[in-house]
């Protein structure tokens, strides 16, 4: 590419102007917001920005201690939008999530009772301390946007965002999630320590910080449904359509995956990197949107062979098989031909 000419995937025609919502300013706002109270996590705030413009789910994966829930928390005090958190247990029922139909004992009507899966935003903490039967009743909620209680379905309020967390070590008291409902979530995303500079922050921080959240709300309802329009409308080309297709077709095509990534991935994917490109003040994708996002995309949509555990020396440790799956899937992105 010359100094000078068009991005790859950039589109050509006369109208492309600036964005028709500003993706830009409001991560920079959420980042900011979010700052006061949170070290680090610039990139998963950003996911979260993501996710919520394309109106996808979030699992935050990671030990104890890294601040996940507050993170959550933090993004949502700075959205004017409805928050809920939802502490799963083994002992849950499908209504403490969904809500039930109670009889009314004043006129002896049956009416129901929304759960608290009924809000924008919700923080599912611990997702896998729940039984199956407790996350069967998520599926609904994540895809169709919709609960159905006694043969009855009840929308759910728009935009609506699951952000789950989950650790990957202790597996005493927890299940596995459902291959079914990790294909739900757009992003998987691995939080990990933070710098030794950002661990030193947090401790200035913390000695210095006040009592009560300075997370205040910095995104109007309004903004969101605007960017949501926008990122519907971002450009790729069919040269950029077909990149992003071949990437997870790789996956299927890889001997040393049992599992590929499914249509529903490549759909997913899609909207993610447009609002990726809308967030950083494009109104078209870019060849990079794809191939930093594939692995938060993928990682939890593929499944490695035994045998490719045992392929590199070393990978004995817990993380191990994350690392092997991060290094198959960056061999598959750089497998398919970047446009030009």
Do not use: C
């Not at 900011?32 to 699992?59: K, N, P, S, T």
């Not at 939802?86 to 139909?101: E, N, R, V």
């Not at 169709?144 to 952000?163: A, C, D, K, N």
């Amino acid at each position: 590419m010359t100094a000078g000419g068009p991005l790859p995937g950039a589109p050509t025609s006369v109208g492309v102007g600036a964005p028709p919502a500003d993706g830009r300013g409001l991560l920079d706002r959420l980042s900011a917001a979010i700052g006061q109270e949170i070290v680090g996590y610039r990139e998963v705030v950003r996911a979260l920005a993501v996710a919520l413009v394309a109106e996808g789910h979030v699992l935050l994966e990671g030990v104890p201690g890294l601040a996940k829930t507050s993170l959550v928390r933090a993004f949502s005090q700075s959205l004017r939008l409805e928050f809920r958190r939802i502490q799963f247990t083994p002992d849950m029922l499908p209504s403490d999530i969904l809500g039930a139909t109670v009889l009314r004992t004043a006129d002896q009507t049956f009416e129901f009772r929304p759960g608290p899966i009924f809000a924008n935003v919700i923080l599912a903490d611990e997702i896998n301390r729940a039984p199956p039967k407790v996350q069967s009743a998520l599926l609904e909620a994540m895809q169709e946007r919709q609960v159905t209680v006694e043969g009855t379905s009840h929308p759910l309020p728009r935009p609506f965002v699951v952000i789950a967390t989950q650790n990957p070590i202790e597996q005493e008291g927890t299940y596995p999630l459902p291959e079914a409902e990790l294909d739900r979530f757009l992003f998987r995303w691995i939080v990990s320590y933070p710098s030794l500079a950002e661990e030193v922050a947090i401790l200035k921080t913390r000695a210095a910080a006040a009592n009560g959240s300075r997370v205040v709300p910095v995104v109007e309802p309004g903004e969101v449904e605007a960017l949501r329009v926008a990122a519907r409308s971002v450009h790729l080309g069919d040269d950029l359509f077909a990149y992003l297709a071949g990437v997870v077709r790789q996956t299927r095509a890889d001997p040393r995956l049992l599992i590929g990534a499914s249509p529903r991935a490549s759909v997913q994917f899609l909207a993610a990197v447009r609002a990726h490109a809308l967030l950083d003040g494009r109104t078209y994708v870019v060849p990079d949107d794809i191939r930093e996002l594939a692995f938060p995309v993928l990682n939890h949509r593929v499944l490695l062979r035994p045998e490719a555990l045992v392929e590199t020396a070393g990978l004995t440790d817990l993380l191990g098989p994350l690392r092997r799956l991060r290094e198959l899937l960056r061999q598959d992105v750089d497998a398919v031909p970047v446009p030009r």
